[in-house]
């Protein structure tokens, strides 16, 4: 395949998608789906639509067509990784619901995390007509109250399916919600290149959302609608007489190429180019298609695209099955290629339709992310159905044929390109073309420790997440461990629970995530332990460990290369030969120049102080420090007694003194040197002993130091660097080669430390790549009418305010029995109604219950109706937990009492 490299600086990348498809619930099962040829349409029996709660006359009608394309179990959501209450969840549409976990997917799959990304991540996508809302509404009746009502259309009016996915997943690109009917979804991708290439946003995700209820139900057929008769959707087939409806979600996430490249992005396929229209009045009626109309999008995208269309070998078409539709089809796509082709029969073409039926808002994405996946597997999958063309459309004159079996995608001297169409009711027509993506480019690995990061909000979710990364490693094995460890410590977001493994290969990885997790570690925010650093010598057996980490970890060697440069400047020494050695990718310990005293002295300073430097810009600083020897120059540099240049004068001055003796020589060194208060606690002791006293304390002296620090607070890490601190400090981190510093790194990270892995490589191109996203722990939320739990609270609610109800102005109100026992009641009663929890901590924050500012208002809303005196609705609101909301209310009362006394005072 020939590529013009140039094209790296053009087009839009798919970086990142999740779907939620018939028969496939993530792009690996669609994929398995498409290329098998599978349709995946579901044909209910009579059980299941009674269960469904279809009439038994509607059904049993000779047109019902007992038929429609599903998900299993759409009303399965995991609210509590959402942070969202019961309640809210029951009152929000399940393809809102899906949608927000497509994208979360989505752009795990990218591995990109909003909280930590400097760009601005945009969403466009649509969803059809909430018939979860519509179905409810009439059971909750005409005497529902406001505040429900106000709820239940907050979650299911399309105007919040992107805003609730920017705001639960704190993305601060545009969030536009586009509605075309049937194109919708591929609209909202050409918005979504438009955006990214004015620079409104560097990230976008776009999609579409369709799940209608109830979820088996069929239909019935009309002759001359859309719907099939028979529930099968025959795309240009000569019995084509319609389509299927099915429920479907689908993002993708996209980013310009050029910075895609740039970033390392995993990039399945290219956007070259992309058109919307509509064809406006010249047609038959609002529902009819036009060919003009379909040409002219077409040739509109090809033209944005800059290719020529003989080099476009498949299109995957709207393809909806009609009789009527399919023909215009063809003939639009053929005089849009007759703009600048006369050959015919050398571009397939399909329908997914075929597959898993017309999912309507989504279905746009569904044909976008199936000829994504088929550039990517380089294959062309079947168009089912197909056995005689339709006798109104002329495939021999056109450009086009059915492609009706899995074909290789060959292609000659320029990359497999494909088209996708998506036409809506009403004629807005959308048009991309796609390319395959580029070749990457060969990085080399160094590392020879791996760390994979891995975490979640619940023990059962991270013990299912190591058990999804092991199942990929096996049967991923070629995919290099270092992309994989990377993509999981730059492209996850780090929850409370966490496991590390450090490893060398996909096998011992595998091993290691196998064995079942012992809870992993929780990590609260104020209690991630302080760390003393404890600077060892970096003596003769530990160079090779020296070595390794300077031809492994490239920002370690720059700082060390920059430290002995400064050495060299103040010492006088020749330590060019030393430093051509360490910063080459290529040498050996064996090539090591021999070392004077001084020279190694030097070394350990500096690479002390180096690996120092790199742990700061991780994000890692020390609570203490301390050192043995030269190690404890080092430390005081840290603790900004003085700089590293003073270090180093130090450090030899010392070596000198243990050479010759020259007390003298080292004392006035000692005394030319300022000493700075420290600004972090050194262990060695305070400045002016250490100044003028030339015996450094002892090892067991600073060590006895830093093991009393670490037990006066059990919270200490004692991380010991240049060597390990012996048997005395078992549970000790030590920093000295490769290994050891990998799994440091890994252990802080576990217990609760927010490190910057991207600046661990800032100095090298790493790539991302696909991984298994979040293990959902997903729940049955249904709406309930007013037959439900509700009910039984408002009855409860009522009877517990009768009984302790009194005037507001009574001043014994809070003598008599206990009030406050009772007002926490309440308002726990009040919370387990607005948000459905079962079970509430006065003393656990609202925010972690699900509550938000409307379900706020709507409990202070029931504190007036039950408390009818001033409350001060300002601090109520800010309240953070029950108990803060009781203190508040308790606190209106005495003023209010106050106010009285003073009255009639």
Not at 247 to 259: F, W, Y
Not at 298 to 308: P, Q, R, Y
Not at 378 to 394: A, G, K
Not at 465 to 480: D, H, K, V
């Amino acid at each position: 395949m020939n590529q013009d490299k140039s094209l790296w600086e053009q087009g839009i990348a798919v970086i990142g998608m999740s779907v939620k498809f018939p028969g496939a619930g993530n792009p690996e099962a669609y994929w398995n789906l498409l290329s098998r040829g599978v349709h995946a349409v579901r044909m209910f029996s009579d059980e299941e639509l009674r269960e469904a709660g279809i009439p038994e006359n509607v059904f049993n009608h000779p047109q019902y067509v007992k038929a429609k394309g599903v998900l299993e179990d759409p009303e399965l959501f995991d609210a509590e990784f959402f942070g969202m209450s019961p309640r809210e969840t029951e009152l929000t549409d399940p393809q809102q619901r899906l949608f927000l976990e497509c994208g979360y997917e989505a752009l795990e799959d990218a591995a990109y995390v909003p909280d930590t990304y400097a760009g601005r991540i945009g969403v466009f996508g649509g969803c059809t007509i909430s018939t979860y809302m519509l179905s409810q509404i009439a059971k909750q009746g005409p005497h529902s109250n406001l505040e429900e009502l106000t709820a239940l259309m907050l979650g299911n009016d399309k105007d919040f399916l992107t805003s609730r996915l920017s705001y639960k997943l704190n993305l601060r690109g545009p969030g536009m919600t586009v509605q075309t009917a049937c194109s919708t979804s591929l609209v909202a991708v050409h918005m979504a290149c438009q955006s990214l290439m004015s620079g409104e946003s560097d990230i976008a995700l776009a999609g579409g959302s369709s799940v209608t209820f109830p979820n088996h139900a069929g239909y019935r057929y009309q002759q001359g609608l859309i719907f099939s008769p028979d529930g099968v959707c025959r795309a240009f087939d000569h019995k084509a007489q319609g389509t299927v409806f099915g429920n479907g979600v689908g993002v993708v996430v996209l980013k310009r190429l050029e910075k895609a490249a740039e970033d390392g992005d995993f990039v399945y396929a290219v956007i070259r180019g992309s058109a919307v229209n509509n064809d406006g009045g010249l047609k038959a009626g609002f529902t009819a298609p036009s060919p003009e109309g379909q040409a002219e999008v077409i040739a509109d995208a090809i033209a944005a695209a800059g290719v020529h269309p003989d080099t476009i070998s498949y299109v995957e078409a709207h393809g909806t099955g009609t009789a009527v539709g399919d023909p215009i089809e063809v003939v639009g796509l053929t005089m849009a290629y007759r703009q600048w082709t006369d050959r015919s029969g050398f571009c397939a073409i399909g329908s997914v339709k075929t597959n898993i039926g017309h999912l309507d808002c989504a279905a746009g994405v569904a044909g976008l992310i199936k000829t994504v996946l088929a550039l990517r597997h380089r294959q062309i999958p079947p168009s089912l159905h197909f056995h005689e063309q339709n006798p109104q459309i002329d495939f021999v004159n056109s450009p086009f044929f059915v492609n009706t079996k899995l074909t290789d995608w060959k292609v000659e001297s320029y990359p497999r390109r494909a088209g996708v169409s998506s036409f809506g009711i009403g004629a807005t027509n959308a048009h991309v073309v796609l390319e395959e993506a580029p070749n990457r480019e060969e990085v080399a690995y160094v590392r020879p420790w791996h760390a994979l990061l891995l975490s979640a909000k619940t023990e059962t979710a991270l013990e299912a997440a190591c058990e999804r990364m092991s199942a990929y490693l096996s049967e991923n094995p070629l995919t290099p461990l270092e992309e994989i460890a990377y993509t999981t410590q730059v492209g996850r977001k780090a929850y409370p629970l966490r496991r590390a493994v450090v490893c060398q290969n996909a096998e011992e990885a595998g091993r290691l995530l196998s064995r079942r997790t012992e809870g992993g570690t929780v990590r609260h925010s104020d209690e991630f332990p302080a760390m003393a650093w404890i600077f060892m010598p970096w003596r003769e057996d530990r160079l090779p460990g020296l070595l390794e980490l300077c031809r492994t970890e490239p920002v370690f060697r720059r700082e060390l290369q920059e430290a002995l440069a400064r050495a060299e400047a103040v010492s006088g020494l020749a330590l060019n030969a030393l430093t051509s050695v360490l910063c080459s990718d290529d040498t050996h310990y064996t090539q090591m120049p021999q070392l004077t005293s001084r020279m190694r002295v030097v070394l350990s300073v500096a690479a002390s102080y180096s690996l120092a430097a790199v742990f700061g810009q991780l994000g890692l600083q020390p609570a203490l420090v301390g050192g043995e020897k030269e190690g404890g120059y080092a430390a005081a540099c840290i603790a900004g007694l003085y700089s590293i240049e003073d270090a180093f004068r130090l450090a030899i001055a010392r070596a000198i003194f243990e050479e010759g003796g020259e007390e003298e020589a080292y004392t006035r060194t000692v005394g030319d040197i300022f000493h700075a208060a420290a600004r972090i606690p050194y262990l060695n002791g305070d400045q002016d002993d250490f100044r003028s006293d030339p015996d450094q304390p002892s090892a067991e002296r600073w060590l006895h130091n830093a093991h009393r620090a670490a037990l006066q607070d059990s919270h200490m890490r004692l991380v010991s660097i240049g060597a390990p601190l012996g048997d005395e400090s078992e549970g000790t981190l030590s920093c000295f080669d490769a290994y050891s510093w990998t799994d440091t790194l890994a252990d802080l990270w576990e217990g609760g430390a927010d490190l910057d892995w991207q600046a661990r490589t800032s100095l090298e191109k790493r790539r991302r790549v696909p991984l298994p996203t979040y293990p959902f722990e997903r729940r049955r939320y249904v709406i309930r009418g007013p037959e439900g739990h509700n009910v039984d609270w408002e009855a409860e609610r009522k009877a517990a305010v009768h009984e302790t109800q009194v005037e507001p102005a009574d001043s014994g109100q809070f003598e008599d029995g206990n009030p406050r026992r009772t007002l926490e009641r309440n308002l726990i009663l009040f919370y387990q109604e607005v948000l459905g929890q079962p079970s509430i901590d006065i003393h656990v924050p609202l925010y972690q219950l699900g509550a938000d500012s409307l379900s706020k208002m709507q409990v202070i809303s029931r504190i007036q109706e039950t408390y009818p005196i001033l409350l001060n609705v300002e601090r109520m609101y800010g309240a953070q937990t029950i108990a803060e909301l009781a203190d508040s209310i308790e606190l209106s009362f005495i003023e209010l009492l106050e106010q009285d006394n003073l009255i009639r005072g």
